[in-house]
């Protein structure tokens, strides 16, 4: 299982509310990256991808995402899948945005960086990609 987020700055999660997740970089570069796989996520994270043509939509999708599935997650808690998921890939914001999670940075530790990438956006945005991959 691949687990897609995206954190700002200070490492907070679920950051829907700011509306930085419709920024089209992202849902390109989100595209290109899953192969334009389907993208499976819950009903509250749905919202921020009203257009985005490939999600599954499902509050247990965790459950139900298999083996190759690409899952993103803002306020679901990951670690009871800990042993399902191969890869992480965050996303990050040069800028801070409030928000009631954090991204559990610990979940990283059997994990490697892979790739690291920069899209720059709107004046004065910067988006990183850093691909995690779990160590053997």
Same mark, same amino acid.
């Given at each position: 299982?691949?687990? @897609?987020?995206?954190?700002?700055?200070?490492?907070?999660?679920? !950051? =829907?509310?700011?509306?930085?997740? =419709?920024?089209?970089?992202?849902? /390109?570069?989100?595209? @290109? @990256?899953?192969?334009?796989?389907?993208?499976?996520? =819950?009903? =509250?994270?749905?919202?921020? &991808?009203?257009?985005?043509?490939?999600?599954?939509?499902? $509050?247990? &999708?965790? $459950?139900?995402?298999?083996?190759?599935?690409?899952?993103? /997650?803002?306020?679901?808690?990951?670690?009871?899948?800990? $042993?399902? #998921?191969?890869?992480? #890939? !965050?996303?990050?914001?040069?800028?801070?945005?409030?928000?009631?999670?954090?991204?559990?940075?610990?979940?990283?530790?059997?994990?490697?960086?892979?790739?690291?990438?920069? &899209?720059?956006?709107?004046?004065?945005?910067?988006?990183?990609?850093? @691909?995690?991959?779990?160590?053997?």
């Amino acid at each position: 299982m691949v687990i @897609v987020a995206c954190i700002d700055k200070s490492g907070n999660i679920a !950051l =829907n509310t700011n509306g930085q997740l =419709n920024h089209i970089i992202f849902w /390109v570069r989100l595209k @290109v @990256v899953s192969n334009e796989a389907l993208l499976y996520m =819950n009903f =509250n994270s749905s919202r921020q &991808f009203g257009y985005y043509p490939m999600k599954m939509i499902d $509050d247990d &999708f965790l $459950d139900i995402a298999g083996e190759d599935s690409y899952c993103f /997650v803002e306020d679901t808690d990951i670690t009871p899948y800990i $042993d399902r #998921i191969d890869k992480i #890939i !965050l996303y990050k914001w040069n800028k801070k945005f409030s928000s009631k999670f954090e991204f559990d940075k610990s979940i990283l530790d059997n994990f490697s960086v892979v790739s690291k990438k920069s &899209f720059y956006g709107e004046p004065f945005l910067k988006i990183s990609e850093i @691909v995690y991959e779990k160590n053997n």
